[in-house]
Every structure is written in structure tokens, then in C-alpha cells.
Nanobody, 118 residues
Framework: QVQLVESGGGLVEPGGSLRLSCAASGTTFSTFSSNGMGWYRQAPGKQREAIATISRYKVTNYADSVKGRFTISRDDITRTVYLQMSSLKPEDTAVYYC?????????WGQGAQVTVSS
């Protein structure tokens, strides 16, 4: 069974930066590298939304709310997906998750809490 573990969250001031990691275990290089992957976030009282995706060919797409500030990347050898976040805003406060795209193939991990506040 595939397990996703997100890390790197924390408290940061507006304008700051964080780098999130999502490590997948219980899957092979072949399977992982064939999947598109995405970062999702869920803010308090809101539905979970996809904010950044990366295809198996490393083509990336971003929600308008994070475009130009966030960068998604992947390392298939280590089965890890990253989200570099900069120019963070209070509205970026949420729990961040990773999973496959376009469909959700794995159980959700525990997520990484990101809080942007002064």
C-alpha cells in the first residue's frame, strides 16, 4: 500500500518562503514515475483544491492563486515531490497534501500545516 508523507510545513511571516516535500513509499520507480502528481491544499472551512501539478513528463501547471510564487518539482528516483513556496501570503494558510493527478490513486497523507502570519 502506497504511503504519502508530507513534511516541511511551519509558521512563516508574510513574504517568506517554505519548501514542502512529499515522499512516497510502497511504490516502485516505474509506477511512481508514470503518475502525474499534484499538490493540494485545504484551508479552514474550505474544500481541498489542487494548486500545482506535474505530469510524468514534468510539465507543470498552477492555479492562478499561486502562479509565479510556487514551483512544483519531482525526483522520481527518490519518489519525492516538492513544492517551493515563496512570497507567501496569509491566504496561503492551509494544510498541504500531495497525491496523484488527474485522479486520486492513493490514500491521503497527514498533510503539512502551513501558517502564514505576522
Amino acid at each position: 500500500q502506497v504511503q504519502l508523507v508530507e513534511s516541511g510545513g511551519g509558521l512563516v511571516e508574510p513574504g517568506g518562503s517554505l519548501r514542502l516535500s512529499c515522499a512516497a513509499s510502497g511504490t516502485t520507480f516505474s509506477t511512481f514515475s508514470s503518475n502525474g502528481m499534484g499538490w493540494y491544499r485545504q484551508a479552514p472551512g474550505k474544500q481541498r483544491e489542487a494548486i500545482a501539478t506535474i505530469s510524468r513528463y514534468k510539465v507543470t501547471n498552477y492555479a492562478d492563486s499561486v502562479k509565479g510564487r510556487f514551483t512544483i518539482s519531482r525526483d522520481d528516483i527518490t519518489r519525492t515531490v516538492y513544492l517551493q513556496m515563496s512570497s507567501l501570503k496569509p491566504e496561503d494558510t492551509a494544510v498541504y497534501y500531495c497525491n496523484t493527478i488527474p485522479s486520486i490513486n492513493y490514500n491521503w497523507g497527514q498533510g503539512a500545516q502551513v501558517t502564514v502570519s505576522s
